[in-house]
């Protein structure tokens, strides 16, 4: 099993509660886990970490609390940081503010580059940067009670973490999706579950988790080669034609099926039994 103390970083508890199983808990629930800058940065350091590490095979991405997933970006503490102008030059300016959104755009796209299937349950308040770090996830829940909003036209921005750029990979209703973004208004898990945003609602946060790490749990039971290849696979195909992800999935598939855990997944079918994988 990982060890926790190899992932010890502000404003997140990172545990295993399950043999492979990383739980990592956004830890910051006194404000509503919205983000401060070290919070991107720490984010991408864990993910970056947990996706090479040989002792997990899957992910689960909860808000500390009952309040809130994530409210967002910190708003205040932002206005004294990086929003901050550096220089009185527009392209000066320019140039710096660029830096400063592709840097962050970088640590979300560190949980969907993570070669780990990643879970995350939204509940209560998921307004904003929830929807890009959820989007940036492979599978999610909600409960009863979660609300969404993509939120940032109300602050006087077009979202530019990652919402804009996934939402319309995962929902198919360009309409709606415009609709949401373009008003900020807040919606509900039914509405999410309609559009497809979410798999599953849960009755609450802790049937929510419980439900998640039963299949965080599920999936870390199968060939770590097989789960990385269909996530890798997967995302490949999603920005391409069929015809590239065919191409694509016949040679990653070239080297893979090459693996032991083919010979190992059949034969425990063939035997009744349950097959075990070694560490990848």
Known sequence: MANPQDYNYNFYNVTFPAEYVAHVEINRPEKLNAFVEEMWQNL????????????VRAILLTGAGD???TAGLDVQAASQGFLT????????TATANKRHILDFQECISAVEKCEKPVLCVLHGISFGLALDLSLSCDIRFSTTTTQFSVKEVDIGL???IGTLSRLPHSVGNMSWIKEIALSARVFG????????????????????VGEALKLAGLIATKSPVAVQGTKEILNYSRDRTVADGLHYT??????????QDLKDAMLSG???RKATFSKL
């Not at 016949?250 to 693996?259: G, I, R």
């Open 270 to 272: 063939l035997q009744k």
């Open 85 to 92: 102008t550096p220089s009185s030059d527009p392209a000066r």
């Open 189 to 208: 898990s039914e509405e999410a579950l309609r559009v497809g945003l979410v798999s599953r609602v849960l009755g609450g946060k802790g049937e929510a």
């Open 158 to 160: 077009a979202a530019d």
């Open 250 to 259: 016949a040679v990653w598939n070239a080297a893979m099926l090459q693996t």
């Open 44 to 55: 991408a350091l864990i993910f970056r970490k947990l996706s090479h590490d040989p002792n």
């Open 67 to 69: 309040r809130a997933f």
